[in-house]
Nanobody, 127 residues
Framework: QVQLAESGGGLVQTGHSLRLSCAASGGTFGNYAMGWFRQGPGEEREFVAAIGRSVLSTSYADSVKGRFTISRDNAKNTVYLQMNSLKPEDTAVYYC????????????????????WGQGTQVTVSS
């Protein structure tokens, strides 16, 4: 059973940056593909970024491509989301998710494909 804990959210101005972290415990982190999702007020949870067991296997939503970067450090059992050039429309609760993955290059963009979720961290971008 994997437990996930996000941190790094906060209030920033448009154009600024934040780095979210998601620390995993209770499992062999290297066996899990990871993802970041977000949910704005009154909206459904949406895909932001995903990374496979391999750090070279990543995917991004079109809305964040070129601004956000997902990475993982298996030695620290942590996945990161570096968010640059933030916009007000990036305001949401950000969740990290994990699922066991047999193949190192596979990543997952559908929230239903993940079995483990963190509690979320609020990101607010003011205009």
């Amino acid at each position: 059973q994997v437990q996930l804990a996000e941190s790094g959210g906060g209030l920033v101005q448009t154009g600024h940056s934040l780095r979210l972290s998601c620390a995993a415990s209770g499992g062999t982190f290297g066996n899990y593909a990871m993802g970041w999702f977000r949910q704005g007020p009154g909206e459904e949870r949406e895909f932001v970024a995903a990374i496979g067991r391999s750090v070279l296997s990543t995917s991004y939503a079109d809305s964040v491509k070129g601004r956000f970067t997902i990475s993982r450090d298996n030695a620290k059992n942590t996945v990161y989301l570096q968010m640059n050039s933030l916009k007000p429309e990036d305001t949401a609760v950000y969740y990290c998710a994990a699922r066991r993955s047999e193949w190192s290059n596979d990543y997952y963009v559908n929230p239903n494909e993940y079995g483990y979720w963190g509690q979320g961290t609020q990101v607010t971008v003011s205009s």
